[in-house]
Each structure stands twice: as C-alpha cells, then as structure tokens.
C-alpha cells in the first residue's frame, strides 16, 4: 500500500522560507515519478516540482523556478521540497505525489497523471 505523509507547513512572512517533507513508502522511487502540488482555495491543483525517475530530471512551474528546490533521499524514502523568497501567492495546501513512471519526455507536472497522495500539509505566507 502506498503511504504519503507530509510535513513540515506552517504560518510565515512573505521573504521568509519553509522546508516540506513527505515520508514515502509501498512503492519504489526508480519507477515513479514524486512530485509536489498545491491547491489554493478557489483554485485548481497545479503542479510545483517533481522527479522524473526516466533520467531523475527536476521539474518546476515557472512561478517557483530559482525560488524552490525538490530532492529525494532514496535510501530514507523521503521527499523534500525547499521554498524560499515564499510570496503570500504561493498560500495553498501542498500534497506529495506519486505515479508510475511517465513515457520519457511526458513531464510530470500535471496531477491527473499521479496515482497516490498524501493528505496535505497547509502553507500560509503572510505579507
């Protein structure tokens, strides 16, 4: 069964940073794609960072580049998503995923192709 459980949101100021985890496990990371997403209210999950295990490439929606940061740790089964310079746009709840793994150059930002999530962890940026 695979198992996705965030932490690591909070409540900070606009400039600050956060650090997320999620503690993955059931499945493997060399044939799944991990990624992070978020939902803002009123608004549709969009993709902010992911892995693409094909050739363990990063991926990041233009509003995030330069500014966050995702790694795995394969041998701790744990995903990380580093956000810095947070901006009071990116408040949303944030959800660690995994799918199988995409065809080679596919991407992986688009939710509809993950398969398992976690429950969510909540990031407000105060301005």
């Known amino acids: 069964e695979v198992q996705l459980v965030e932490s690591g949101g909070g409540v900070v100021q606009a400039g600050g940073s956060l650090r997320l985890s999620c503690a993955a496990s059931?499945?493997?990371?060399?044939?799944?794609?991990i990624g992070w997403f978020r939902q803002a209210p009123g608004k549709e999950r969009e993709g902010v960072s992911c892995?693409?295990?094909?050739?363990?490439?990063?991926h990041y929606t233009n509003s995030v580049k330069g500014r966050f940061t995702i790694a795995s740790d394969n041998a701790k089964n744990m995903i990380y998503l580093q956000m810095n310079t947070l901006k009071p746009e990116d408040t949303a709840v944030y959800y660690c995923?995994?799918?199988?793994?995409?065809?080679?150059?596919?991407?992986?930002?688009?939710?509809?192709?993950?398969?398992?999530w976690g429950k969510g962890t909540l990031v407000t940026v105060s301005s």
């Open positions: 059931g499945f493997s990371f060399d044939d799944h794609a």
């Open positions: 995923a995994a799918g199988l793994l995409p065809p080679p150059g596919h991407g992986c930002l688009d939710h509809r192709d993950m398969d398992d």
């Open positions: 892995i693409d295990s094909n050739d363990y490439s990063t």
